[in-house]
């Protein structure tokens, strides 16, 4: 299900983002969930594809975030697609409003894990990739891969 870092196990991470995005800086945000959500979290039925975060009315809000129904829930089940809180502080939210403003960066969600038996969410600094590099980051992967099996194959 997810992997063991420390006191930290990865629920899911997101690779497409490290493709499409250049990845500035990350930072860690918690998430205001209710009821089932944080079980259906714990399980990894959740969504986060084409997600993103923005900035409203000096809140941190994450959108386009799918977290399936509890299969044994009942009528206290939440909505899958509701629009749902991030928890930082304020000045860090006021730093991230002037960068996505001014140099135009876009707030992607990187990672979700449990630490302490809270789910966190990592929140990536990102900025758009060309058509260019991101032919360049697929040649570099290869050649990687290309060097690491002739290395193996080697000894």
């Known amino acids: 299900m997810g992997k063991q870092q ?3 196990k990865v629920l899911a991470s997101n690779k497409k983002a490290r493709f499409l995005y250049y990845v500035n800086e990350s930072m860690e945000c918690g998430i205001a969930l209710h009821g089932t959500e944080v079980k259906s979290m714990r399980s990894a039925m959740f969504s986060f594809t084409d997600s993103y975060a923005k900035i409203e009315n000096n809140e941190l809000l994450l959108q386009s975030f799918h977290i399936s129904p509890y299969k044994f829930g009942n009528l206290f089940n939440h909505d899958p697609d509701r629009i749902r809180k991030l928890l930082v502080h304020k000045s860090e939210i006021k730093k991230l409003k002037r960068k996505v403003e001014q140099k135009g960066f876009t707030l992607i969600p990187l990672k979700f894990y449990l630490k302490k ?3 966190k969410m990592e929140l990536g600094i990102c900025k758009g990739k060309d058509l260019k590099d991101k032919r360049n980051t697929i040649k570099d992967r290869d050649q990687k ?7 193996r194959d080697r000894y």
């Not at 891969?145 to 290395?151: F, Q, V």
Request: proline share 0%; aromatic share 0%; hydrophobic share 40%.
């Open 6 to 8: 420390g006191d930290i």
């Open 117 to 119: 038996g809270l789910i």
């Open 145 to 151: 891969r290309d060097s690491a099996r002739e290395i």
